[in-house]
Protein backbone atom coordinates (compact mmCIF):
# COMPACT_ATOMS: atom_id res chain seq x y z
CA UNK A 1 0.00 0.00 0.00
CA UNK A 2 2.87 2.37 0.24
CA UNK A 3 6.46 2.61 -1.49
CA UNK A 4 7.47 -1.53 -0.83
CA UNK A 5 8.96 -3.15 1.91
CA UNK A 6 5.75 -3.52 4.17
CA UNK A 7 6.86 -6.78 5.06
CA UNK A 8 4.14 -8.93 2.63
CA UNK A 9 6.66 -12.17 2.01
CA UNK A 10 5.70 -12.94 5.85
CA UNK A 11 2.07 -11.96 5.05
CA UNK A 12 2.11 -13.71 1.97
CA UNK A 13 3.73 -16.93 4.11
CA UNK A 14 1.47 -16.85 6.52
CA UNK A 15 -1.59 -16.65 4.23
CA UNK A 16 -0.55 -19.31 1.76
CA UNK A 17 -1.26 -22.58 3.65
CA UNK A 18 -5.05 -21.96 2.78
CA UNK A 19 -4.13 -21.54 -0.95
CA UNK A 20 -3.53 -23.70 -3.65
CA UNK A 21 -1.87 -21.82 -5.90
CA UNK A 22 0.64 -18.91 -5.77
CA UNK A 23 1.39 -16.17 -8.35
CA UNK A 24 3.55 -13.30 -9.18
CA UNK A 25 2.69 -11.20 -11.76
CA UNK A 26 4.68 -8.11 -12.30
CA UNK A 27 8.52 -6.71 -11.08
CA UNK A 28 11.57 -8.92 -10.89
CA UNK A 29 14.61 -9.25 -8.85
CA UNK A 30 14.08 -5.72 -7.75
CA UNK A 31 11.65 -7.36 -5.22
CA UNK A 32 13.17 -9.02 -1.88
CA UNK A 33 11.06 -10.89 0.22
CA UNK A 34 12.19 -11.94 3.53
CA UNK A 35 10.03 -15.22 5.07
CA UNK A 36 11.39 -15.96 8.44
CA UNK A 37 10.72 -19.08 10.76
CA UNK A 38 11.99 -20.63 13.57
CA UNK A 39 15.92 -20.73 13.01
CA UNK A 40 15.34 -20.76 9.23
CA UNK A 41 15.43 -17.22 7.04
CA UNK A 42 14.86 -17.26 3.31
CA UNK A 43 15.44 -14.13 1.23
CA UNK A 44 13.03 -14.86 -1.92
CA UNK A 45 13.87 -12.26 -5.07
CA UNK A 46 11.66 -13.78 -8.18
CA UNK A 47 10.03 -17.15 -6.82
CA UNK A 48 6.65 -17.04 -4.52
CA UNK A 49 7.18 -17.66 -0.90
CA UNK A 50 4.37 -20.39 -1.65
CA UNK A 51 7.58 -22.64 -2.76
CA UNK A 52 8.56 -23.15 0.68
CA UNK A 53 5.71 -25.04 1.50
CA UNK A 54 4.76 -28.47 0.33
CA UNK A 55 2.08 -28.41 -2.30
CA UNK A 56 1.35 -25.43 -3.83
CA UNK A 57 2.24 -24.91 -7.11
CA UNK A 58 3.94 -21.27 -7.54
CA UNK A 59 3.91 -19.33 -10.83
CA UNK A 60 6.19 -16.81 -12.15
CA UNK A 61 3.42 -14.98 -14.62
CA UNK A 62 3.47 -13.27 -18.25
CA UNK A 63 3.70 -9.77 -16.58
CA UNK A 64 7.12 -10.61 -14.82
CA UNK A 65 10.85 -9.82 -16.39
CA UNK A 66 13.05 -12.63 -15.55
CA UNK A 67 16.67 -12.32 -15.24
CA UNK A 68 17.68 -15.98 -16.16
CA UNK A 69 20.96 -15.84 -14.13
CA UNK A 70 19.13 -14.57 -10.41
CA UNK A 71 16.36 -16.94 -11.53
CA UNK A 72 18.80 -19.73 -11.89
CA UNK A 73 20.83 -19.01 -8.93
CA UNK A 74 17.89 -18.68 -6.53
CA UNK A 75 16.39 -22.14 -7.17
CA UNK A 76 20.09 -23.80 -6.67
CA UNK A 77 19.90 -21.80 -3.09
CA UNK A 78 16.31 -23.17 -2.54
CA UNK A 79 17.51 -26.73 -3.84
CA UNK A 80 20.33 -26.83 -1.62
CA UNK A 81 18.42 -26.06 1.37
CA UNK A 82 16.35 -29.03 0.38
CA UNK A 83 13.10 -27.46 -0.98
CA UNK A 84 11.68 -29.20 -4.29
CA UNK A 85 11.00 -27.48 -7.22
CA UNK A 86 9.76 -30.65 -9.83
CA UNK A 87 5.79 -30.00 -10.76
CA UNK A 88 5.37 -27.28 -8.62
CA UNK A 89 7.07 -24.06 -10.22
CA UNK A 90 5.80 -22.68 -13.31
CA UNK A 91 7.33 -20.18 -15.42
CA UNK A 92 4.98 -18.01 -18.17
CA UNK A 93 6.25 -18.82 -21.55
CA UNK A 94 5.37 -15.11 -22.23
CA UNK A 95 7.59 -13.27 -19.65
CA UNK A 96 10.13 -10.93 -20.29
CA UNK A 97 13.89 -11.88 -20.20
CA UNK A 98 16.38 -9.80 -18.65
CA UNK A 99 19.52 -9.70 -20.61
CA UNK A 100 23.10 -8.28 -19.47
CA UNK A 101 22.43 -5.55 -21.49
CA UNK A 102 19.47 -4.26 -19.81
CA UNK A 103 21.54 -4.15 -16.48
CA UNK A 104 24.21 -2.25 -18.35
CA UNK A 105 21.50 0.18 -19.84
CA UNK A 106 20.38 0.71 -16.04
CA UNK A 107 23.12 1.71 -14.67
CA UNK A 108 23.97 4.14 -17.65
CA UNK A 109 20.85 5.54 -17.13
CA UNK A 110 21.07 5.88 -13.91
CA UNK A 111 24.54 7.49 -13.74
CA UNK A 112 23.55 9.97 -16.25
CA UNK A 113 20.49 11.22 -14.31
CA UNK A 114 22.89 11.98 -11.48
CA UNK A 115 21.07 13.91 -8.54
CA UNK A 116 17.69 13.21 -10.49
CA UNK A 117 18.69 9.34 -10.83
CA UNK A 118 15.21 7.49 -9.91
CA UNK A 119 17.55 5.20 -7.43
CA UNK A 120 16.92 1.85 -9.12
CA UNK A 121 17.79 -1.29 -8.02
CA UNK A 122 20.22 -1.86 -11.39
CA UNK A 123 18.23 -5.32 -11.95
CA UNK A 124 17.88 -4.34 -15.38
CA UNK A 125 13.93 -4.11 -14.71
CA UNK A 126 13.47 -0.56 -16.44
CA UNK A 127 15.14 -1.42 -19.91
CA UNK A 128 13.58 -5.10 -20.53
CA UNK A 129 10.25 -3.31 -19.96
CA UNK A 130 11.29 -1.08 -22.27
CA UNK A 131 12.28 -3.68 -24.52
CA UNK A 132 8.40 -5.35 -24.09
CA UNK A 133 6.93 -2.08 -24.84
CA UNK A 134 9.40 -1.77 -28.22
CA UNK A 135 8.48 -5.02 -29.46
CA UNK A 136 11.19 -6.24 -29.74
CA UNK A 137 11.48 -7.99 -26.49
CA UNK A 138 12.87 -11.92 -25.84
CA UNK A 139 10.56 -13.54 -24.30
CA UNK A 140 10.88 -16.61 -21.81
CA UNK A 141 9.03 -19.12 -24.57
CA UNK A 142 11.72 -17.59 -27.33
CA UNK A 143 14.19 -20.08 -25.01
CA UNK A 144 12.73 -23.50 -26.67
CA UNK A 145 13.16 -22.33 -30.47
CA UNK A 146 16.64 -21.62 -31.57
CA UNK A 147 15.75 -19.89 -35.17
CA UNK A 148 13.08 -17.61 -33.32
CA UNK A 149 15.73 -16.87 -30.52
CA UNK A 150 18.84 -16.02 -32.77
CA UNK A 151 16.61 -14.35 -35.12
CA UNK A 152 15.28 -12.16 -32.03
CA UNK A 153 18.29 -11.44 -30.98
CA UNK A 154 19.80 -10.16 -33.96
CA UNK A 155 17.38 -7.62 -34.12
CA UNK A 156 17.47 -6.93 -30.41
CA UNK A 157 21.22 -6.84 -28.96
CA UNK A 158 22.39 -4.64 -32.01
CA UNK A 159 19.64 -1.85 -30.87
CA UNK A 160 20.62 -2.12 -26.96
CA UNK A 161 24.59 -2.46 -27.98
CA UNK A 162 24.39 0.88 -30.12
CA UNK A 163 22.43 2.84 -27.51
CA UNK A 164 24.72 1.71 -24.87
CA UNK A 165 27.89 2.20 -26.92
CA UNK A 166 27.15 5.46 -28.62
CA UNK A 167 25.16 6.93 -25.89
CA UNK A 168 26.79 5.96 -22.90
CA UNK A 169 30.31 4.47 -24.22
CA UNK A 170 29.37 1.04 -22.78
CA UNK A 171 30.41 -2.00 -24.84
CA UNK A 172 28.42 -4.82 -24.30
CA UNK A 173 27.82 -8.59 -25.48
CA UNK A 174 27.75 -9.80 -28.86
CA UNK A 175 24.60 -11.45 -30.47
CA UNK A 176 26.87 -15.31 -30.16
CA UNK A 177 27.95 -14.14 -26.88
CA UNK A 178 24.50 -13.52 -25.40
CA UNK A 179 23.58 -16.85 -27.32
CA UNK A 180 26.25 -18.35 -25.11
CA UNK A 181 25.47 -16.73 -21.70
CA UNK A 182 21.16 -17.62 -22.68
CA UNK A 183 22.81 -21.45 -22.88
CA UNK A 184 24.20 -21.43 -19.56
CA UNK A 185 20.77 -21.53 -18.24
CA UNK A 186 18.27 -23.48 -20.73
CA UNK A 187 18.28 -26.53 -18.28
CA UNK A 188 16.99 -24.81 -15.34
CA UNK A 189 14.31 -23.01 -17.27
CA UNK A 190 12.97 -24.97 -20.31
CA UNK A 191 11.58 -27.77 -18.17
CA UNK A 192 9.08 -25.10 -16.12
CA UNK A 193 7.67 -23.48 -19.19
CA UNK A 194 4.24 -23.33 -19.35
CA UNK A 195 1.30 -21.27 -20.48
CA UNK A 196 0.67 -20.05 -17.19
CA UNK A 197 -2.99 -18.27 -17.94
CA UNK A 198 -4.61 -21.50 -19.00
CA UNK A 199 -3.32 -23.19 -16.01
CA UNK A 200 -4.38 -20.07 -13.88
CA UNK A 201 -7.62 -20.34 -15.40
CA UNK A 202 -8.32 -24.35 -15.66
CA UNK A 203 -7.12 -24.21 -11.90
CA UNK A 204 -9.54 -21.01 -10.89
CA UNK A 205 -12.54 -22.76 -12.58
CA UNK A 206 -12.55 -26.20 -10.61
CA UNK A 207 -12.33 -24.00 -7.22
CA UNK A 208 -8.73 -24.12 -6.63
CA UNK A 209 -7.94 -21.06 -4.58
CA UNK A 210 -5.18 -18.74 -5.92
CA UNK A 211 -2.94 -15.87 -3.96
CA UNK A 212 -1.86 -13.21 -6.13
CA UNK A 213 1.16 -11.90 -4.69
CA UNK A 214 1.85 -8.43 -5.61
CA UNK A 215 5.90 -6.92 -5.50
CA UNK A 216 7.06 -3.23 -4.88
CA UNK A 217 3.46 -1.16 -3.98
CA UNK A 218 0.91 0.78 -5.03
CA UNK A 219 3.26 4.61 -5.00
CA UNK A 220 5.93 3.04 -7.09
CA UNK A 221 3.39 2.06 -10.33
CA UNK A 222 4.04 3.21 -13.03
CA UNK A 223 0.79 4.65 -13.78
CA UNK A 224 -0.22 5.54 -10.30
CA UNK A 225 2.60 6.37 -8.49
CA UNK A 226 5.26 9.22 -7.95
CA UNK A 227 6.02 9.37 -11.56
CA UNK A 228 8.51 9.31 -12.25
CA UNK A 229 10.11 7.90 -9.51
CA UNK A 230 8.77 4.61 -9.86
CA UNK A 231 9.59 1.17 -10.87
CA UNK A 232 8.40 -0.02 -14.55
CA UNK A 233 4.95 -2.08 -13.82
CA UNK A 234 1.96 -2.28 -12.88
CA UNK A 235 2.25 -2.97 -8.65
CA UNK A 236 -1.58 -2.17 -8.34
CA UNK A 237 -4.25 -4.48 -9.06
CA UNK A 238 -5.20 -3.89 -12.58
CA UNK A 239 -1.60 -5.58 -12.93
CA UNK A 240 -3.06 -9.37 -11.38
CA UNK A 241 -5.18 -9.30 -14.71
CA UNK A 242 -2.74 -8.00 -17.13
CA UNK A 243 0.30 -9.99 -15.16
CA UNK A 244 -1.37 -13.30 -15.08
CA UNK A 245 -3.68 -13.39 -17.97
CA UNK A 246 -6.27 -14.47 -15.14
CA UNK A 247 -10.00 -14.02 -15.66
CA UNK A 248 -11.14 -11.12 -13.59
CA UNK A 249 -13.66 -13.54 -11.86
CA UNK A 250 -10.69 -15.26 -10.37
CA UNK A 251 -10.65 -12.33 -7.88
CA UNK A 252 -11.87 -12.35 -4.77
CA UNK A 253 -10.81 -10.45 -1.47
CA UNK A 254 -8.14 -8.16 -1.91
CA UNK A 255 -5.32 -7.24 1.43
CA UNK A 256 -3.61 -4.38 1.49
CA UNK A 257 -0.49 -4.50 3.49
CA UNK A 258 0.40 -1.13 5.23
CA UNK A 259 3.58 -0.68 7.36
CA UNK A 260 2.83 1.20 10.65
CA UNK A 261 4.77 3.65 9.40
CA UNK A 262 6.33 4.47 6.26
CA UNK A 263 9.78 3.70 4.16
CA UNK A 264 11.24 4.61 0.70
CA UNK A 265 14.52 3.18 -0.97
CA UNK A 266 15.49 5.41 -3.85
CA UNK A 267 14.74 9.10 -5.15
CA UNK A 268 11.47 10.44 -5.18
CA UNK A 269 8.88 12.76 -3.17
CA UNK A 270 8.11 11.45 0.07
CA UNK A 271 5.90 13.73 2.32
CA UNK A 272 6.26 12.75 5.77
CA UNK A 273 9.86 11.77 5.84
CA UNK A 274 11.66 12.46 8.82
CA UNK A 275 15.24 13.34 8.52
CA UNK A 276 16.30 13.41 12.20
CA UNK A 277 16.96 11.34 15.19
CA UNK A 278 12.79 9.93 15.24
CA UNK A 279 13.72 8.48 11.04
CA UNK A 280 17.06 7.00 12.41
CA UNK A 281 15.33 5.14 15.32
CA UNK A 282 12.70 3.64 13.49
CA UNK A 283 15.24 2.79 10.53
CA UNK A 284 17.27 1.02 13.31
CA UNK A 285 14.11 -0.54 15.03
CA UNK A 286 12.71 -1.61 12.13
CA UNK A 287 15.90 -2.86 10.27
CA UNK A 288 15.05 -0.73 7.29
CA UNK A 289 17.97 -2.07 5.16
CA UNK A 290 16.96 -3.18 1.43
CA UNK A 291 16.63 -7.00 1.08
CA UNK A 292 17.40 -6.51 -2.41
CA UNK A 293 20.73 -3.71 -2.31
CA UNK A 294 21.21 -3.38 1.37
CA UNK A 295 20.63 0.48 0.99
CA UNK A 296 19.35 2.30 4.28
CA UNK A 297 16.03 3.16 3.53
CA UNK A 298 14.44 6.55 4.33
CA UNK A 299 12.23 6.72 6.71
CA UNK A 300 8.92 8.54 7.91
CA UNK A 301 5.29 8.41 9.80
CA UNK A 302 2.66 6.88 8.39
CA UNK A 303 0.89 8.92 5.63
CA UNK A 304 -2.73 8.00 5.69
CA UNK A 305 -3.42 9.70 2.35
CA UNK A 306 -1.00 7.83 0.27
CA UNK A 307 -2.80 4.61 2.25
CA UNK A 308 -6.31 6.16 1.20
CA UNK A 309 -5.22 6.38 -2.73
CA UNK A 310 -4.13 2.76 -1.86
CA UNK A 311 -6.75 1.80 -1.07
CA UNK A 312 -9.08 3.31 -3.36
CA UNK A 313 -7.29 2.71 -6.26
CA UNK A 314 -7.03 -1.60 -5.37
CA UNK A 315 -10.33 -2.08 -3.75
CA UNK A 316 -8.81 -3.43 -0.48
CA UNK A 317 -11.17 -4.74 1.58
CA UNK A 318 -8.77 -6.02 4.25
CA UNK A 319 -5.52 -4.61 5.96
CA UNK A 320 -2.61 -6.73 7.11
CA UNK A 321 -0.66 -4.07 9.37
CA UNK A 322 2.78 -4.82 9.57
CA UNK A 323 5.51 -4.17 11.58
CA UNK A 324 3.42 -2.45 14.86
CA UNK A 325 5.77 -3.24 17.34
CA UNK A 326 9.05 -0.80 15.90
CA UNK A 327 6.95 1.81 16.96
CA UNK A 328 6.60 0.41 20.98
CA UNK A 329 8.86 3.29 22.38
CA UNK A 330 7.94 6.23 21.15
CA UNK A 331 6.25 8.72 23.39
CA UNK A 332 4.11 10.20 20.61
CA UNK A 333 2.94 8.88 16.92
CA UNK A 334 2.31 11.60 14.17
CA UNK A 335 0.12 10.52 11.34
CA UNK A 336 -0.65 12.33 8.09
CA UNK A 337 -4.00 12.52 7.59
CA UNK A 338 -3.85 15.52 4.79
CA UNK A 339 -0.97 17.39 2.63
CA UNK A 340 -1.08 20.70 2.44
CA UNK A 341 -0.06 22.27 -1.00
CA UNK A 342 0.41 26.57 -0.90
CA UNK A 343 -1.72 26.60 2.01
CA UNK A 344 -4.44 24.69 -0.22
CA UNK A 345 -5.73 20.92 1.40
CA UNK A 346 -4.88 18.36 -0.95
CA UNK A 347 -6.93 14.83 -0.46
CA UNK A 348 -4.88 12.73 -2.78
CA UNK A 349 -1.14 12.59 -4.00
CA UNK A 350 -1.18 14.97 -6.93
CA UNK A 351 0.32 14.14 -10.45
CA UNK A 352 3.09 16.15 -10.70
CA UNK A 353 6.44 15.17 -9.26
CA UNK A 354 7.06 18.66 -8.32
CA UNK A 355 3.62 19.04 -6.28
CA UNK A 356 4.32 15.81 -5.13
CA UNK A 357 7.86 16.90 -3.25
CA UNK A 358 6.14 20.39 -1.99
CA UNK A 359 3.11 19.27 -0.12
CA UNK A 360 3.49 19.72 3.78
CA UNK A 361 1.76 16.80 5.67
CA UNK A 362 -0.53 17.26 8.43
CA UNK A 363 0.01 15.56 11.38
CA UNK A 364 -2.41 13.96 14.00
CA UNK A 365 -0.45 13.65 17.49
CA UNK A 366 -1.33 10.14 18.57
CA UNK A 367 -0.16 8.80 22.16
CA UNK A 368 2.51 5.78 21.86
CA UNK A 369 2.31 3.22 24.04
CA UNK A 370 6.11 2.95 25.70
CA UNK A 371 5.69 -0.80 25.98
CA UNK A 372 6.66 -3.61 24.34
CA UNK A 373 4.45 -5.62 21.65
CA UNK A 374 6.56 -7.77 19.94
CA UNK A 375 5.40 -11.79 19.85
CA UNK A 376 1.85 -10.62 20.80
CA UNK A 377 -0.61 -12.40 19.32
CA UNK A 378 -4.27 -11.81 20.67
CA UNK A 379 -5.27 -7.91 19.70
CA UNK A 380 -6.80 -7.84 23.53
CA UNK A 381 -3.06 -8.40 24.55
CA UNK A 382 -1.92 -5.07 23.20
CA UNK A 383 -1.66 -1.62 24.94
CA UNK A 384 -4.75 0.58 24.78
CA UNK A 385 -2.67 3.19 22.83
CA UNK A 386 -1.68 0.47 20.38
CA UNK A 387 -4.91 -0.46 19.82
CA UNK A 388 -6.50 3.11 19.55
CA UNK A 389 -3.33 3.73 16.76
CA UNK A 390 -5.00 0.74 14.72
CA UNK A 391 -8.89 1.81 15.28
CA UNK A 392 -7.62 5.37 13.62
CA UNK A 393 -6.14 3.78 11.00
CA UNK A 394 -9.15 1.26 10.80
CA UNK A 395 -11.86 4.53 11.23
CA UNK A 396 -9.68 6.74 8.73
CA UNK A 397 -9.51 4.07 5.79
CA UNK A 398 -13.10 2.44 6.17
CA UNK A 399 -11.09 -0.83 6.19
CA UNK A 400 -10.32 -3.23 9.21
CA UNK A 401 -7.17 -4.96 9.90
CA UNK A 402 -8.02 -8.46 10.23
CA UNK A 403 -3.88 -8.83 10.64
CA UNK A 404 -1.45 -7.22 12.71
CA UNK A 405 1.96 -8.36 12.55
CA UNK A 406 4.15 -7.86 16.13
CA UNK A 407 7.82 -9.35 14.46
CA UNK A 408 8.96 -10.87 11.66
CA UNK A 409 8.25 -14.55 12.52
CA UNK A 410 5.50 -16.11 11.65
CA UNK A 411 4.35 -16.83 15.22
CA UNK A 412 4.48 -13.20 16.31
CA UNK A 413 1.42 -12.19 14.73
CA UNK A 414 -2.46 -11.15 15.45
CA UNK A 415 -4.83 -12.74 13.63
CA UNK A 416 -8.25 -10.92 14.32
CA UNK A 417 -10.87 -12.46 11.81
P1 LIG B 1 13.56 -0.52 -10.31
O1 LIG B 1 12.32 -1.31 -9.99
O2 LIG B 1 14.82 -1.29 -10.01
O3 LIG B 1 13.53 0.06 -11.68
O4 LIG B 1 13.59 0.72 -9.31
C1 LIG B 1 12.66 1.79 -9.40
C2 LIG B 1 12.30 2.31 -8.02
O5 LIG B 1 11.54 1.32 -7.34
C3 LIG B 1 13.49 2.60 -7.12
O6 LIG B 1 13.19 3.70 -6.28
C4 LIG B 1 13.63 1.35 -6.28
O7 LIG B 1 14.27 1.58 -5.04
C5 LIG B 1 12.16 1.00 -6.09
N1 LIG B 1 11.94 -0.42 -5.84
C6 LIG B 1 12.00 -1.43 -6.73
N2 LIG B 1 11.71 -2.61 -6.14
C7 LIG B 1 11.45 -2.33 -4.86
C8 LIG B 1 11.04 -3.14 -3.74
O8 LIG B 1 10.83 -4.36 -3.83
N3 LIG B 1 10.86 -2.48 -2.57
C9 LIG B 1 11.02 -1.13 -2.46
N4 LIG B 1 11.39 -0.34 -3.47
C10 LIG B 1 11.59 -0.93 -4.67
Known amino acids: MQWGDEGKGKIVDLLIPDYDINVRFQGGNNAGHTVKFGTQHFALHLIPSGILHEGKICVLGNGMVID ?12 SRGIRMDGNLFISDRAQLILPHHKLLDKAREDSLKERSIGTTGRGIGPSYESKIFRYGLRTGDLQDRDVMKMKLDKLIPALSGLLEKVYGVTSPGV ?30 IGRSILFEGAQGTMLDVDHGTYPFVTSSNCTVGGVLTGSGASPHLLGSIMGVLKAYTTRVGGGPFPTELKDKFGDKLRSRGNEFGTTTGRPRRTGWLD ?20 LDVLDDFEEIPICTKYRLKGTVVESP ?6 MAKVSPDFDHLPGWAEQTTSVTRYEDLPANARHYVEYIEDFLKVKATIISTGPRREETIVRN
Do not use: C, W
Open 68 to 79: PEALTSEMEHLR
Open 176 to 205: EETIQFLDTYMESILPHLADTAVLINSMGQ
Open 304 to 323: LVAARYAVMLNGINQIALTK
Open 350 to 355: PAADKA
